[in-house]
């Protein structure tokens, strides 16, 4: 069982800045492969970025490339996003996820514990 609290979510003008942290419960961190997915309002959760068990491979949706990066801290049980240069089209929940096994999928439906999200609003 893993337990995900997010934090850093927060309202910031458009080409600005905000990292977001998801702390883990539990022992065993290191086992899972971490995501973030976000929801904006009235689509779909989408898949952001993700990261393997170890923190060398990292993956990341087209439109965030360049400008989120994806890290964890295996000692901390913590997985971070830096988010850079945000727009307005950035605006959504943010949600941590972790699944247990070595691989990252895009899909949100293969990963077994998901935190409550945190909001990242981005005015133009």
């Known amino acids: 069982q893993v337990q995900l609290v997010e934090s850093g979510g927060g309202l910031v003008q458009a080409g600005g800045s905000l990292r977001l942290s998801c702390a883990a419960s539990g022992r065993t961190f290191s086992s899972y492969a971490m995501g973030w997915f976000r929801q904006a309002p009235g689509k779909e959760r989408e898949f952001v970025a993700g990261?393997?068990?170890?923190?060398?491979?990292?993956f990341y949706e087209n439109s965030v490339k360049g400008r989120f990066t994806i890290s964890r801290d295996n000692a901390k049980n913590t997985v971070y996003l830096q988010m850079n240069s945000l727009k307005p089209e950035d605006t959504a929940v943010y949600y941590c996820a972790a699944r247990s096994g070595a691989i990252v999928y895009y899909s949100e439906t293969r990963y077994d514990y998901w935190g409550q999200g945190t909001q990242v609003t981005v005015s133009s």
């Open positions: 990261v393997n068990r170890e923190g060398t491979s990292t």
